[in-house]
């Protein structure tokens, strides 16, 4: 079946970049997505690349997708306090019925 | 700033109490969404909702019944819930259902419910 997976946590040193990773199973998704969620908070769109695509950069955040692996990660560059959240991947299936989403990567940061 | 608004932003109920969740997004969109996010579990769609028809039920027990009376406002109806449906509801729309040319989902910023 379809499914998404995120490691449940990540730490980093603050100034350093945070790599999260993620595995999806169906090879035939269209659109995958990182989303961003702070504590209280709903969550928020951060950014999202077709599946024609092998690299998208936007600021701080850069998006690899392997598609051969079926591997999607999000590079956060220089990581602040300010991003310490949980983040999760999502893709949506090939029937375009629906988005999947992981369980999520809480990203943590260190002075 | 988010263009989905949800109220109220925290409710705590009874289990024979009848309560109503309410989304309402600012965005023109024509879809909206209501997921479950309880605690280690991935985010799990409940209903979808495209131009006002219900497209998309993902087995929810009866005891949650939506309403999406226009394109703006969802609504999630509750009652005689058990405490294993306190979690956070998350409503999201976007422009086109799943599957269209514009379909990334936006969310609200959710509703931590507590069923006693």
């Known amino acids: 079946g379809e499914d998404v997976e995120q490691s449940l946590f990540l730490s980093v040193r603050e100034g350093d970049s945070s790599v999260i990773n993620c595995t999806y199973t169906?090879?035939?998704?269209?659109?995958l997505y990182w989303y961003k969620q702070e504590p209280g908070a709903g969550l928020q769109l951060l950014t999202y690349i077709f599946s024609n695509m092998d690299m998208k950069q936007d600021q701080r955040l850069t998006v690899l997708l392997n598609k051969k692996d079926k591997h999607l990660s999000l590079r956060i560059a220089d990581t602040q306090t300010g991003d310490s959240a949980i983040y999760f991947c999502a893709e949506m299936t090939s029937s375009a019925s629906k988005i999947i989403f992981g369980s999520g990567t809480r990203l943590s940061i260190r002075p | 700033e988010t263009g989905v608004t949800q109220t109220p932003r925290h409710l705590v109920m009874g289990m024979t109490n009848k309560k109503s969740l309410k989304c309402e997004q600012h965005l023109g969109h024509n879809a909206m969404y209501w997921y479950k996010q309880s605690a280690k579990k991935p985010l799990e769609l409940m209903f979808v909702?495209?131009?006002?028809?219900?497209?998309e039920n993902n087995s929810v027990p009866s005891r949650f019944s939506p309403e999406c009376p226009n394109s703006s406002h969802l609504f999630l109806h509750l009652h005689t819930l058990q405490p294993e449906d306190s979690a956070l509801y998350l409503c999201?729309?976007?422009?086109?259902?799943?599957?269209?040319?514009?379909?990334?989902?936006?969310f609200g910023p959710g509703t931590r419910l507590t069923v006693l």
């Open positions: 999201a729309s976007s422009q086109d259902p799943p599957g269209g040319t514009t379909d990334t989902q936006y």
């Open positions: 169906d090879s035939s998704s269209t659109y």
């Open positions: 909702y495209s131009l006002e028809e219900r497209v």
